[in-house]
């Protein structure tokens, strides 16, 4: 069986690279009482009548942020995460839900793909479906409640991505339309330097790279149309807003507590927060770390028991806890 691992680099000490109905229903999206907050606060300080227009257009934003996930399938919330089964399988789609740290089992998963490969990468749009790259580069589509498989008529290999990381994100806020972006490239070069962000259309399953990426992140995009992404292999490890179209990274979160050289990671943004779900070459099983924006970082869960190559979350996922 082939995992993600890490390789020494020349220049860098390290080149990155089922539903349980006792469960509560995931947390929704409020922004109401902040909006309701900021016009207190505009009131009491007597804004003049163009900025209380404005703000009545950000209360209609905000309540439009609302209701463009009110139609999501509450199996589009939670976050989902594959595992490469060391045992002869293919490997099991697990539900994690970060507010109550636990994972449900979901089901095996059972594709068809040759015989030896196994879940390298995955990612879920707003209509629960998770879309599993597989570690020869083909990508399956998933049901969330149910783990059942089917093919795509996705090409591996277009443009050189053969293996990549990948995240939906919205394509801007208030609006349901998403992208589905990916990085990465050739599979023997994982842990080293080359990897290019690009994104998979879905009305031919086709790529269009656009721009060179440090390292080889796995991302994840949220509901006010940013694109996330977990960097493993930089030092120190990291999280960053990405640039889409350049490749270039914003607002740095440094992680250091994350330790030991990567073997398999996967990411996903929920609640306002980052998840990382990491193993070291030495580690027993998947760890999972949780990263506030303010630069906070946890290890939540030492030993999951899993080997977790694949995270996501659609850009249903809540923004903020209620």
Same mark, same amino acid.
């Given at each position: %069986?082939?995992?993600?691992?890490? /390789?020494l680099g020349?220049?860098?000490?390290v +080149?990155?690279?089922g539903?349980?109905?006792?469960?509560?229903?995931?947390?929704q999206i409020?922004?109401n009482n902040?909006?309701n907050n900021a016009n207190?606060?505009?009131?009491a !300080?007597?804004?003049?009548?163009v900025n209380n /227009?404005?703000n009545? !257009?950000s209360v209609?934003n905000?309540?439009?942020?609302n209701n463009?996930?009110d139609?999501c399938p509450p199996? @589009?919330?939670?976050?989902?995460?594959?595992?490469?089964?060391?045992?002869?399988?293919?490997?099991?789609?697990?539900?994690?839900e970060p507010?109550?740290?636990q994972?449900?089992?979901?089901?095996?998963l !059972?594709?068809?793909a040759?015989m030896?490969?196994?879940?390298?990468? %995955?990612s879920?749009?707003?209509?629960a479906n998770a879309w599993?790259?597989y570690s020869?580069g083909?990508?399956?589509k998933?049901?969330?409640? *149910?783990?059942a498989?089917e093919a795509?008529?996705?090409?591996?290999?277009?443009?050189?991505?053969?293996?990549?990381g %990948?995240g939906?994100?919205?394509?801007?806020? !208030?609006?349901?339309?998403? *992208?589905?972006y990916?990085?990465?490239?050739p599979?023997?070069a994982?842990?080293?330097?080359? +990897?290019?962000?690009g994104?998979?259309s879905?009305m031919?399953?086709? /790529?269009?790279?656009? @721009?060179?990426?440090?390292?080889?992140?796995e %991302?994840s995009g =949220?509901?006010? @149309?940013?694109?996330w992404a977990f960097f493993?292999?930089?030092l120190?490890?990291k999280?960053a807003?990405?640039?889409?179209? =350049?490749?270039e990274?914003?607002e740095?979160?440094? /992680?250091?507590s994350?330790?030991?050289?990567p073997?398999?990671? @996967?990411? +996903?943004h929920?609640?306002?927060?980052?998840?990382l779900?990491?193993? $070291?070459? *030495?580690d027993?099983?998947?760890r999972v770390?949780?990263v506030?924006? =303010?630069?906070?970082?946890e290890e939540?869960i030492?030993d *999951?028991?899993y080997?977790i190559?694949?995270a996501?979350? $659609?850009?249903?996922?809540?923004?903020?806890?209620l």
């Open positions: %069986m082939r995992w993600k691992f890490a /390789v020349i220049a860098l000490s +080149a990155a690279c539903s349980d109905d006792k469960k509560e229903e995931p947390l409020d922004l902040r909006v207190n606060v505009n009131n !300080n007597n804004v003049n009548n /227009v404005n009545a !257009n209609n905000q309540n439009n942020q463009i996930n139609s199996e @589009a919330r939670p976050v989902y995460a594959v595992t490469s089964a060391q045992d002869g399988g293919q490997g099991t789609l697990l539900k994690f507010q109550n740290m994972f449900t089992e979901i089901g095996e !059972n594709c068809p040759a030896g490969e196994t879940p390298f990468s %995955m879920v749009d707003r209509d599993v790259l020869d083909i990508i399956y998933v049901d969330t409640s *149910t783990a498989c795509t008529t996705f090409q591996p290999n277009q443009s050189g991505y053969e293996v990549f %990948m939906f994100v919205l394509d801007r806020p !208030n609006f349901e339309d998403e *992208t589905l990916i990085a990465g490239g599979y023997s994982i842990g080293g330097v080359g +990897a290019r962000i994104l998979l879905f031919d399953l086709s /790529v269009r790279d656009l @721009a060179p990426i440090e390292g080889w992140p %991302m =949220t509901a006010a @149309a940013e694109l493993p292999g930089t120190p490890p999280v807003r990405v640039l889409p179209a =350049t490749g990274l914003v740095e979160i440094e /992680v250091n994350i330790d030991g050289q073997n398999a990671w @996967a990411f +996903a929920w609640g306002g927060e980052f998840w779900f990491y193993k $070291s070459q *030495t027993e099983s998947t770390f949780n506030k924006r =303010t630069g906070e970082v939540v030492e *999951t028991g080997y190559v694949g996501g979350v $659609s850009t249903c996922a809540p923004l903020i806890y």
